[in-house]
């Protein structure tokens, strides 16, 4: 679906992986792509239709930022006559992913972008396109982040809506680098366990490195 990730940042904490991605997109020398930004908090994490989406510590958030063709002249571009299913194509590879840790639970595709457990949403997905060569993936998946630390001004926010986390689910908490490792293998196209291990990709010119 889209090719080896050929720059990683790491952040503490981060308005927007999706911001950062369209920052790095925007300089007079971009990184090489795709790029992959993960962050451990956002400070503006944001769903579709500027909802605003809750980024506790313990959540997997991060977002991949990819070239478009019309021709493949790019080795590492994606079709962009595949975009309009990126969305839903991402989302079942987080069910699948998902399905692995928790056999018990009904997993659902809510579309175009949201992944529920149990009839509660785990995931949010946002797709951004914002010139027509560049386009952008977020991804923000409750793991460890529990809903009782939910701060008090997106408590009214969430109050209408039923959210969940790994942590709450299982009653204890998942490797993240781990669960990482698993979506990217998942719906990158590469073998597993090897470029997201890449030595090469673990520190670079544009953040801090990955540890």
Known sequence: MIHPIQTIEYHDEISSTNDRIQELLRL???????CLVIAKRQTAGRGRGNKRWWSGEGAILMSLGFE???T????????RDQLPMLSVATGQAVIRVLSRHLPQHNLELHLPNDVYVDGKKICGILLESPTPQYAILGIG???NNRLCDIPPEFADDLASRS??????????ETDIDRLIEELLNEFLDIPPRTR????????????????
């Not at 959210?163 to 204890?172: A, H, P, Q």
């Open 28 to 34: 007079p020398v971009k990184p090489p792509l795709p």
């Open 68 to 70: 478009l063709s019309p």
């Open 72 to 79: 493949l002249e790019s080795s590492n571009a994606l079709d």
């Open 141 to 143: 998946l409750n793991v």
């Open 163 to 172: 959210i969940t986390s790994m942590i709450e689910l299982l009653g204890k």
């Open 196 to 211: 997201y291990h890449d030595p090469k990709l673990r520190s670079n010119p544009y953040g801090t490195p990955i540890h």
